[in-house]
């Protein structure tokens, strides 16, 4: 099962290398990260994706609290949130294609951002599955480039994973 | 009132009551040493390498369980220091470790003797830090002191640009640390200390399997009073010898591979396993499924990471163990169980740890009259390999922190440096190095360190001509083809010594342990022994890889 960790780490040199690092030398898997700054200056909040079942999530959540520069791990998966991902897709586009490329883009509620002799490029937010479909429903043009960010998310309503709130960084013990 | 950075940290130093810094100078870190110049209560042991300055460090860290403290320049020494820091993590030793940097202007450049030691030593670091904000500087070594020395313990490293150390700053050390993501869990939560002492008392055969963190937290008073409250047997890691009187009755030696067969069984055998401070590292377990299979687990560990990461337990507990006992200990009554400890006085007389005296003179004889010499008091040192896992099991440590070796990490090399650190940090105690004809190669520099230092160290050299452990390995997984590990050239020790001044001895048979080893010991200052064993002598019991710990062979 897919989680999403919600980290908020203290914005200081190196606070990546030691995430990855972390990550990679556990031999533990990221499915995505998106890492930027809050509300706060002096904090960043990373997004992380990552795959595996109730005893490797345990695992990969305790190894990531024991970096000093963690200051706080949310597991919102179980949580009401919202998630949204960028996709930048350059596609194939013969003039006489164009119209029909817009009308596709239309359904996803994505932008044209670039014209070119023989390529559009579009732009296109929303979660994995509507980026996935998106991607695909432009592959048959043939898709000359494509960059996506990793997952951004935020729990939903009144309630938020900030600095000062709630469950603090200790782990609850099972 | 104003200073130059590196006049700062050592202002630190001295506010965190640093006696001894381990290092070795240098160009990017000359504004330290000359700032250390003017310290009138810290002083500096300049070792012949680096690796030397951070075992060093180490050993004193282990004896005193104070922070040590380690200093060397930029590039090679900076890098020079990496398997020592390796090893004081895998250990979880407190050390901090300052090393110089380039400017901060050539960071990047690939300057001279510039590396990226930051980068470098993140995966075996607790914290570390690059100080780029000349005014962050005391309150990074408060945070560094602080981070080392609580929760497990580990290295914190410093990495300080030359340009920083010598601009100026405003000293003010900090009265107080604030980290917000690092807030270690001490006191045990209530309700899971009466549920592990209602599985004490429905237990009818506890173990107690004791590791390092019984040392690390000052907790063998409260091991000692949990065994002898429970008639609980207990065995140690091998990071946990030490913790528990080696000749006390309830004690059954070490576990896991090389551990004692009586232990092992023990563990195979118990209903309820009590994790005190230990990992289930796998040296110890051995094949997981295999390992204590009937038993129902309890796991006290500092470190939640530990919890859970190779066995499932049934009561995890996060916290202190010397706190956590204190809290348990009022829980639990005096019960009687003299039919398990009928079983385990079976289990000892069933599987002995013996060997074979015949056919020369046997390493763990001299261990055992080392023992004997030293009433099992003396702080001992070890390297690794063989003579590591003989001291480990014949010599029966009676007090806690005396044993110094290098548990996780493995690191041949790491004795004779140790032994100085160990040897300041106990002010006068005998120390004692038990080391190998490979091990002491690595870094035998650190005798002129050690002479320098006036320190008494008697070191004692299994000499079997072999890389023993390997050896024994390549008989058991490679049908016996001994690859690159005999010695064909070997200098004569005794010689090396005594070009180094101290004196030196040769041993080649018992009669010999019994008449110069108290001489070696007797001698106010160093003495070396060489001792001659037979090559072929192997570290018994063994359990084979992908073995349960139930099944050691006797391979003497």
Partial sequence: MKHTLSVLVENSPGVLTRVAGLFARRGFNIDSLAV?????????????????????????TKQLHKLVDVIKISDITTEEYVDRELVMIKVAAEPSQRVEIMHIAGIFRARAVDLGRK??????TGNEGKINAFEESLRPYGIKELVRTGKVAMLRGTRFSGVDSGASKEMKEE | ????????????????????????????????YDALYHSSQIRHVLVRHEQGAVHAADGYARVTGKVGVCMATSGPGATNLVTGIANAYMDSIPLVLFTGQVSTGQIGTDAFQEVDIFGITMPIVKHNYLVKDPQKLPAIVKNAFHIASTGRPGPVLIDLPRDVAESRISFKYPSTVRLRGYKPTYRGHPSKIHEIAELIRKSERPVIYAGGGILGANAAAELLQLAETISAPVTNTFMGLASFPGDHPLFLGMLGLHGTRYANMAVTECDLLIALGARFDDRVTMKIKAFAPKA???????????????VSVSVPLVGDVKLILKDLLPLLEKTDRSRWLARIAELKKQYPLTYDREGGLKPQYVIEKLCEFTRGEAVVATDVGQH???????????????LVSSGGLGCMGFGLPAAVGACLGSRGQPVILVTGDGSIQMTMQELGTMMEQELPIKILI????????????????????????????HPDFVRLAEAYGIPAYTITSEEEVLSLLPAALAEPGPALVNCLVPREENVSPMVLAGRGIDEAIDCS
């Fill in chain 2, 388 to 402: 590591q896992m003989w001291v480990a099991q014949y010599y029966r440590f009676k007090r806690p922190r005396t």
């Fill in chain 2, 462 to 489: 299994l000499n079997n001509h072999t890389l023993g452990m390997v050896r024994q390995l390549q008989e058991f997984y490679c049908e016996g083809r001994y690859m690159s590990v005999n010695f064909r050239f």
């Fill in chain 1, 119 to 124: 390529t559009m490029t579009f732009e296109c």
């Fill in chain 1, 36 to 60: 930027g700054r809050t509300e706060k200056h002096d904090v960043s909040r990373m997004t992380i994706v990552v795959e595996g079942d109730h005893r490797y999530i345990e695992q990969v």
């Fill in chain 2, 1 to 32: 009132m104003e200073m130059t950075v590196a006049e700062a940290l050592i202002r630190c130093l001295e506010k965190e009551n640093v006696e001894w810094v381990f290092g070795y100078p240098g160009g990017a870190i000359l504004p330290v």
């Fill in chain 2, 296 to 310: 129902t687990v309890i796991h006290i560990d500092i470190d939640p990471a530990e919890i859970g990461k190779i």
